[in-house]
């Protein structure tokens, strides 16, 4: 019987969990409450617990206190989706009081486990029961409950395993959505995964399916020159550059490996290659004359470059502050003609994501951290991505971060648009708040399995159309559907439709529904943009 965890035991629950979660992810994808081919769930999770365990292998400590901080701060930046979000401030919960003992009891572990929930419930604005949330909330409501009496680690997770079951199959009893797709929650049973397989990594079984773990190969960076988002912290200041000619002959090739580990005793960067004919030498140092030295023990030396990095850098973060703007935008979106219109209306950068594809929360502040300006605006485009968006300020300093809660591409660029150089980045945010208010739009995509939702009797390969809540026409034509959603979509004040076409529309039927729907409404601008987006068959968006 195990009474306690130390670091080992953790750090083999938390490997083992991600590996669980990754050979089921494909399952806990297909419970998507759409049957719409972008259920991303499981991926979204199986990757930020991927993040987490990087983390975990880097860490340097063994003690359970710094390996607990890791897998907190691993699935934070690795956070992708709501549902990868949520999970990363579960373990957020969980080590923030794990990280306080060196050793853990199963008292400990329970209150671990309710700091795990309140964290999670904190991190939505508004929590739904039926969710991952209720799984969370139920199984550490348990573990308070009977971790007084049951002392031993194994009976302990697998008593609160059996309540995550109860609490995953509870949950379409508790959200009616569920109960009409026919599924349970997929960020429920990726919870539950997760639990179980930290029980399979305490109890030391193996995760069948799952990649043998390859050796993890360190390579050396070959970067010469100082990082634009790194300016002002040069450590070495002079790039230094010779070769070594005419060799001594008492010089041998033990004396060029020496010089190598002397250069690196000084300065970094260091490039020392050749033989006893020809030595050429690379290094950044703050003492050129002690390389220079050095080098003359081995023999001639010719071609000398030393440039001053520290005046590079400095001449760098001059014209940096020069060009930085008061406000930059940031879109995230799918589709190469989707991110070609983005970049036409000013959008400073573009990076990939959408469905079935979420950047981490990482992702999204590395490029805002590219972005040189002082306000940086973001534009998910998803409702899967908002929270991530949302969480990636924590991981930017030195820069006001507002995340416009775009829900689709039409939004996003409707925001875009409203960005009004003159105005001050608060006013901005407000105008955006308000463009998004006014653009309806809708998808068209295809069904992946049968279901009955929404009213409708859907069967395997049906082209259905779809807002961001729920399906509004189905059918075998693709034409058809989609006109049938711009009619669903289109009330009076509407002037102007804007149609998006993906990678599986080719332009001349793209074209014939453009001239279809001109003839069908009179009254209203057909636009239409090569969107290049996978899955979504049409974007569409009324204006």
């Known amino acids: ?322 060009e930085k703007k008061e406000i930059g935008m940031l879109s995230i979106c799918s589709g190469d003609g989707i991110a070609a219109i983005f970049k036409d209306i000013n959008v400073d950068r573009v990076i990939e994501g959408g469905q079935t594809m979420n950047p981490s929360a990482q992702d999204i502040a590395d490029a805002i951290i590219k972005i040189n300006a002082e306000n940086i605006f973001v534009f998910p485009n998803n409702k899967n991505i908002i929270l991530a968006a949302e969480q990636s300020k924590s991981l930017v300093e030195g820069k006001k971060v507002y995340v416009v809660p775009t829900k689709s591409i039409p939004q996003g660029i409707s925001a875009a648009l409203a960005m009004n150089p003159e105005a001050t980045a608060d006013e901005n945010f407000i105008e955006m708040i308000h463009a998004i208010d006014n653009v309806s739009s809708g998808m068209v995509t295809y069904a992946v399995r049968n279901a009955k939702v929404d009213g409708f009797s859907l069967t395997k390969g049906d082209i259905i159309a779809l807002d961001n809540k729920k399906i509004l026409a189905k059918g075998k034509d693709l034409s058809k559907v989609t006109g049938d959603l711009i009619e669903k979509l289109r009330y009076n004040a509407h002037s102007l439709v804007n149609l998006y076409y993906g990678s599986d529309v080719t332009e001349e039927d793209a074209t014939a529904l453009q001239t279809a729907l001109a003839e069908r409404y009179p009254e209203l601008d057909v636009e239409l943009f090569y969107g290049g987006q996978p899955i979504y068959y049409y974007i569409v968006s009324l204006e």
């Open 1 to 322: 019987m195990q009474k306690t965890i130390k670091g080992a035991a953790f750090t083999k629950m938390v490997v083992s969990a991600s590996k669980l979660l990754d050979v089921s992810r494909e399952y806990i994808d297909s419970l998507n409450v759409f049957p719409v081919p972008d259920g991303d769930t499981g991926t979204n999770m199986s990757l930020t617990m991927q993040s987490a365990v990087k983390e975990l292998k880097s860490c340097k400590g063994n003690n359970l206190s710094d390996l607990a901080d890791s897998v907190s701060r691993g699935a934070l930046r690795g956070a992708r989706g709501n549902s990868g979000v949520i999970t990363s401030q579960i373990f957020r919960g969980m080590c923030s009081v794990l990280k306080d003992y060196n050793e853990v009891d199963t008292k400990t572990f329970a209150k671990a486990l309710k700091s795990a929930t309140d964290v999670a419930y904190s991190a939505v604005s508004k929590p739904k029961e039926g969710t991952i949330l209720t799984v969370c909330r139920m199984i550490s409501e348990y573990a308070s409950e009977i971790c007084g009496k049951t002392k031993d680690f194994e009976t302990f997770l697998q008593e609160i395993i059996s309540k995550g079951e109860e609490a995953v199959n509870l949950t379409p009893t508790l959200l009616p959505v569920l109960k009409k797709a026919g599924v349970v929650d997929s960020g429920g049973m990726g919870l539950l995964t997760i639990y179980k397989g930290m029980y399979k990594g305490l109890m030391g079984e193996e995760i069948e399916g799952a990649p043998v773990e390859e050796p993890e190969v360190k390579v050396e960076s070959s970067m010469e020159h100082a990082d634009i988002l790194n300016l002002g912290t040069i450590e070495y200041g002079y790039c230094t550059e010779f070769f070594i000619i005419n060799l001594k002959k008492k010089t041998t090739l033990a004396d060029i490996d020496r010089l190598k580990e002397y250069l690196m005793t000084i300065g970094d960067c260091v490039l020392v290659i050749g033989d006893l004919e020809f030595v050429k030498v690379h290094v950044h140092t703050n003492n050129p004359g002690q390389a220079l030295s050095k080098a003359l023990q081995l023999g001639e030396i010719d071609k000398i470059k030393i440039e001053n990095m520290l005046e590079e850098n400095r001449e760098l973060i001059k014209k940096y502050e020069a």
